[in-house]
Every structure is written in C-alpha cells, then in structure tokens.
C-alpha cells in the first residue's frame, strides 16, 4: 500500500491517502465521555492505542492524530458521543514546530520540557501517573494540557493501568470544565510523536493531550500573525478550575 505523488505547475502534490475512523465512545446516546467511569474513559483510551498500533504497520501512514470534537461550534457533526482518528501520510506541520520547540529547549537546558510538574499556579490536579495543567503560554483561555509524569515519547505505549488512570483525570478535567464555564464546546488533541522518528529525538518527545475548550472566537489577527490572544492569565485559569472540587 503506498501513495504517490505528482508535479503540478512546479508544486509538488500528494495525492488523497490515509485512514479516518469514528470512535463510538458509548452505545447510549444520551452519554457523554465525562459520564463514563475512570474505567470507561480508559476503555476509550485503550480503543485508540490499538488502532493507533495497527495505523503504525500501515508502512504509508508516518502521524496518527487523535480528536475529539464537542458541540457543533467545535466542529461535532453528530451529537452522538464519538471521537476520531486520523493516520496521515505526512508529518503535519505543526507536529514539526511542536518538536522543534521541545528541541530547542532540550538543548538549551539539557531537560525535556514536560518532564518537571510546573509551579503550583499552574497546576490543576494530579493522578498516578498523569498531571494536568495551564500551560504557562496558552494560547487559548482555559487550555488544559494532561501530561504523562514518565517520559514517554509515543501515546501508544500506554498499558491498560495508566490508561485508567488517564481516563479519571481526563474525565476529571471535562467535568470541571462543563462545571465551571456552562459546559462549553471544546476540541481535545492527542500530541505524539512521528512513526519514524529517529532515536536522537527521544529524549526531548513528550506526548500529552490538550483541551481547548471554545470560549472564544479566532480573528485576522491570529489567523494572519500566527499569535493568539488569551485574556484569561494562566494562574487565574489554573485558580478557577482548582477550586471545584
């Protein structure tokens, strides 16, 4: 199985290639995944690895993303809860930038840039395995990042327990959102590393997953610059949702 490419006015151009699948989190319609138990969102989670495993003997499929859409605004086409799976022939760009940063951070400290739980004002909640944060730059108010406390590069590594405990503290963080802001749409991200990356990259490639819930609205300026504007301080954001308990 492969995919080709073709020139095009002196541009190159790939040709439609990949895998997209639907994953039904729950067969009752009126569920959410925040709903589910720990055990449940694991379940979920557990779900993703495996097809993320068999995209990776795909030799043609180099990134796999995983996503989830919430509420129509955040690009949900069904109200039926479900999240998705991409295997993309290429490395998408903003996986590229997102190494690069963690590399150059690598280089300048000699430490991964995830690795460290971050100051108490910016932490939200910790589990066994996992914590979660405001990222200290967000570009989106109220973003939330999970991160693995083992520095693990490739998402699916994860084994059947910290999947489970990935799924309490993700379930943890959904709730508190739809709590604290009126349950708003939001887009949940899986960031992981490239199939072949090579090995000196290992060091400084970190997965987590990132929440943004959608609380505001992209202009000309962030779609033109590339700079997003967040009026909400990260230690406020963090503040707010540490107190529901």
Same mark, same amino acid.
């Given at each position: 199985?492969?995919?080709?490419?073709?020139?095009?006015?002196?541009?190159?151009? !790939? @040709?439609?290639?990949?895998?997209?699948?639907?994953?039904?989190?729950?067969?009752?319609?009126?569920?959410?995944? *925040?709903?589910?138990?720990?055990?449940? =969102?694991?379940? /979920?989670?557990?779900?993703?690895?495996?097809?993320?495993?068999? !995209?990776?003997?795909?030799?043609?499929?180099?990134? =796999?993303?995983?996503?989830?859409?919430?509420?129509?605004?955040?690009?949900?086409?069904?109200?039926? *809860?479900?999240?998705?799976?991409?295997?993309?022939?290429?490395?998408?760009?903003? =996986?590229?930038?997102?190494?690069?940063?963690?590399?150059?951070?690598?280089?300048?400290?000699? @430490?991964?840039?995830?690795?460290?739980?971050?100051?108490?004002?910016?932490?939200?909640?910790?589990?066994?395995?996992?914590?979660?944060? /405001?990222?200290?730059?967000?570009?989106?108010?109220?973003?939330?990042? /999970?991160?693995?406390?083992?520095?693990? *590069?490739? $998402?699916?590594?994860?084994?059947?327990?910290?999947?489970?405990?990935?799924?309490?503290? !993700?379930?943890?963080?959904? !709730? @508190?959102?739809?709590?604290?802001?009126?349950?708003?749409?939001?887009? $949940?991200?899986?960031?992981?590393?490239?199939?072949?990356?090579?090995? *000196?990259?290992?060091?400084?490639?970190?997965? $987590?997953?990132?929440? =943004?819930?959608?609380?505001?609205?992209?202009?000309?300026?962030?779609?033109?610059?590339?700079?997003?504007?967040?009026?909400?301080?990260?230690?406020?954001?963090?503040?707010?949702?540490?107190?529901?308990?």
């Amino acid at each position: 199985m492969g995919f080709e490419r073709s020139e095009l006015d002196g541009f190159d151009a !790939l @040709k439609g290639f990949g895998f997209h699948d639907v994953v039904i989190e729950t067969p009752d319609h009126g569920v959410r995944l *925040s709903d589910l138990t720990a055990e449940g =969102v694991g379940d /979920v989670v557990m779900a993703y690895k495996e097809r993320v495993e068999q !995209l990776r003997r795909v030799g043609s499929i180099e990134y =796999v993303q995983i996503f989830k859409n919430y509420g129509a605004s955040a690009g949900a086409s069904m109200s039926h *809860s479900h999240s998705q799976i991409m295997g993309l022939p290429i490395i998408p760009p903003n =996986v590229t930038t997102r190494l690069n940063t963690m590399k150059d951070y690598f280089d300048r400290t000699g @430490k991964c840039s995830l690795c460290e739980v971050p100051s108490k004002e910016l932490l939200i909640d910790e589990s066994t395995h996992f914590f979660s944060i /405001v990222p200290h730059a967000a570009s989106y108010p109220f973003e939330i990042w /999970v991160i693995p406390r083992d520095h693990l *590069s490739y $998402f699916q590594n994860i084994d059947h327990e910290k999947a489970t405990d990935l799924g309490g503290l !993700l379930k943890l963080m959904l !709730l @508190k959102l739809s709590l604290q802001l009126n349950d708003p749409p939001f887009n $949940f991200m899986i960031h992981t590393s490239p199939f072949q990356m090579q090995d *000196s990259c290992l060091p400084y490639a970190h997965w $987590f997953l990132q929440i =943004v819930p959608q609380l505001s609205v992209i202009g000309g300026f962030e779609i033109g610059s590339g700079c997003y504007i967040n009026p909400v301080f990260p230690e406020d954001a963090a503040k707010v949702l540490r107190e529901l308990i």
